[in-house]
Structure formats: structure tokens, C-alpha cells
């Protein structure tokens, strides 16, 4: 009997091994259509005296003029204003690529300021399509990247609990972009409080996750998307994630209600 113990326990051991190298190798490859997204506010900002991080933007030249003459703030010029980098994933959408991301990401930016960075470290433009927001939505973007010609990631049919995943990072740290974790919940609901977006059932993962792997996609074996990255939890870092059929349904819907010329919050077209 022990000696069967052993024999199962082995055959797990190699088995488990097996799969790791799998999923190792898969993620080498999916990581090449991974890019860093970058967003910066297009408008200028100014500062409240000397105060370190106190800034708040106007949407005229007109109303940041009035305002520095009213209280004195200082310009700042709009190349030096910050910058937020996020992650995203090359798919394929209606017969068209396009760049995935989370819509937090990038929903707050001025839409003329994204630039897409890929695992090589060319530099792309890229512009907003449309979004679907977190507050009421999936916490879905895509972007268009006419100059992007890497492969797209395909979609998994579906998850289960146990399943061992790779989560793609932004290749703008290509010491750590790779990550590997479990799925620990397939349909974890969240309760909305005012701190957080509720009212969702998303993947959980164990696997660490960072503010800037938001939109990043998490892989199973066979190399395809289980689901992005939206939130991460605040206490122990794990990761939460729209599932992969939510996520592409909401890339459909994107595509088809929305337009580079004319990028759209979704949910406001579709109400």
C-alpha cells in the first residue's frame, strides 16, 4: 500500500514538473505579444505652491490661465507631465488586431498620449478605440496600434479551480515579467464598497500581481488567455482577473459600437 502511495506520489511529482515546463515554455512565447502601456495626461498641469504631488488639471488653456492668475499656481509643461504604465496584449477582433488592456488604465487619459512598448523596446503610437469601464462594466480597452505586427494571444474556452497559470507582465521589466500562480476561484464575487469596484464575479489567482500588471493577460498550458488582469488584492497582492469569454465578448462589443475617430465609453453608446 505505501509503496503504491509512493508510486502515485511520483507520478504526481512528474506530472506537475511536466506541466510547470509546459506552461514555462508557453509563456516564453505568448510574452512576445505582451507590451508596456503608457499613458500621459495631454493637458498641462499645475501645481499649488511648492507642495510635493498637489496638482490638478484644467481642460481649457482658458480655465488654467484664469486659475493661475486667481491663485498664483505654477505651470508645469505638459511633456513633464506624469506618466502611468499599465500592461496590454496583442488580439485579434473582428479581423482586426488591436492592443487589450484594462479600461482603468487608460479611460482617465487624454486619448492622444498612449505609447505601446513591446519586448524589444520599439516604441509604438497607439490610440484609444473604446472602453468598457470598471465602475459599471468589465474594465475593458482596445487600443489600435497600426504599426503593431506581432502575433495575436488566442482565447481559452474556459477555467477551472487548481489550474496552474503564467501571468504576462509588462516586458518593460524583463527580469520579472513572467509570474506563476493557481487559480483559486473561477467566479469570486465582489462586494462593492466605496473603495473598490463591486458587483462582478472575476477569476482569483495566488500569484503576485502589481498596479502596473493591470490589463496584463494570464495563460494556461496550452498558451491561451484565461483572463486579464483588473484588480489585485490590497493585503496579500493576488490577483483578480475578467474572465477570458467576458473579456473578448466585451472586445466584440467595443469593436463593433466604437471607432479610433471617435473613441467611446461603451456603456454610455449602449444606454
Known amino acids: ?16 514538473l511536466s506541466q510547470a515546463q509546459s506552461l514555462s515554455e508557453q509563456a516564453e512565447i505568448a510574452i512576445q505579444s505582451v507590451v508596456n502601456v503608457r499613458t500621459k495626461d ?35 509643461p505638459a511633456e513633464l507631465a506624469p506618466a502611468y504604465d ?27 498620449i498612449v505609447t505601446i512598448t513591446t519586448l524589444d ?30 502575433p495575436a494571444l488566442q482565447f481559452a474556452q474556459g477555467v477551472e479551480r487548481g489550474e496552474l497559470v503564467a501571468v504576462l507582465k509588462s516586458p518593460t521589466r524583463p527580469r520579472n515579467n513572467i509570474g506563476a500562480g493557481v487559480v483559486t476561484e473561477t467566479n469570486q464575487a465582489l462586494e462593492a464598497t466605496p473603495k473598490s469596484w463591486g458587483g462582478r464575479e472575476l477569476i482569483k489567482i495566488d500569484a503576485t500581481v502589481f498596479k502596473g500588471d493591470s490589463g496584463g493577460p494570464v495563460i494556461n498550458e496550452a498558451g491561451q488567455v484565461i483572463g486579464v488582469i483588473s484588480m489585485l488584492h490590497s493585503s496579500n ?20 459600437n466604437c471607432d479610433v475617430s471617435d473613441p467611446c465609453d461603451l456603456l454610455a453608446v449602449i444606454e
Do not use: C
Open 42 to 76: 495631454a493637458i498641462t498641469y499645475s501645481r499649488l505652491g511648492e507642495v510635493p504631488g498637489v496638482q490638478s488639471g484644467w481642460p481649457t488653456k482658458a480655465t488654467e490661465y484664469l486659475n493661475r492668475w486667481l491663485t498664483n499656481w505654477r505651470l508645469i
Open 1 to 16: 500500500m505505501i509503496r503504491k502511495l509512493l508510486i502515485a506520489a511520483a507520478l504526481f511529482s512528474v506530472a506537475t
Open 86 to 112: 499599465s500592461t496590454g496584449f496583442i488580439v485579434e477582433v473582428e479581423s482586426r488586431t488591436y492592443v487589450m488592456t484594462a479600461a482603468h488604465s487608460v479611460e482617465e487619459m487624454r486619448r492622444d
Open 121 to 150: 523596446g520599439q516604441e509604438h503610437a497607439a490610440r484609444l478605440v473604446g472602453h468598457e469601464p470598471r465602475r459599471d462594466g468589465l474594465d475593458i480597452a482596445l487600443l489600435s496600434v497600426p504599426t503593431l505586427e506581432s
Open 237 to 256: 497582492e493576488m490577483g483578480f482577473l475578467v474572465n477570458a469569454d467576458q473579456a473578448l465578448a466585451a472586445a466584440h462589443r467595443i469593436a463593433s
